[in-house]
C-alpha cells in the first residue's frame, strides 16, 4: 500500500505521511510514503485510480453530501477508484429517510461508514476536536468543526 502526500504541503506532506505509514506497518501492513509536488496530481490523475484522498474541508458537510461527491459510483469527484451500487441505494434512502426519522437514519449512516471502512474506501485518517475555553463575558461563539473559532460573531460584555 502506498499513501501518497505533498511534499509541498507542510507538515502534512512530510510529518503525517510518514506517521501514517508508521501506523500501518505496526498494524501489519507493507505500507510506503510517496511525497511529490502538488502539481504531481495533474500530470498524473490516474494515480487517484486507486486511492482518494478526501480532506476535512470536503468531508465538512452532511454524511450524505461526502459520500455522493467523493464515494458513489456517479460522484463528480470519483476518478473511478470505488463503486458499490448497494452504498449509493443505502444513501439514497437514508438521505430520505433523515426528513422522517433523524435517529434511525443515524443508526443506518453508521452502518453505511462501517460498509466504507470495511471496503477501505473511506479509512479515516483523523478525527480533529476542538476545545475552546471562553470566559462568561463571551457572548454568540460559534465554532465550526473545519476552522474554530467564528470570531466575527463573538461579542464580549
Sequence with gaps: MTVWGNSDAGTLGTAVVPYAVRLLRRLGYRARARLVPSNYWDQH????KTIQLISSAEANGTTFQMIYN????????????????????????????????????????????????????????VNIRWVDFVSARVHNYVADPTVGLIADQVSLR
Design 70 to 125: 467523493n464515494l458513489s459510483c456517479s460522484a463528480p469527484n470519483n476518478t473511478g477508484f470505488f463503486c458499490d451500487h448497494g452504498i449509493d441505494r443505502a444513501s439514497l434512502e437514508t438521505n430520505r429517510l433523515e426528513a422522517k426519522d433523524p435517529q434511525a437514519a443515524a443508526v443506518r449512516w453508521a452502518k453505511i461508514d462501517r460498509g466504507l471502512v470495511d471496503q477501505a474506501a473511506w479509512v479515516p485518517l
Design 45 to 48: 490523475p490516474g494515480v487517484f
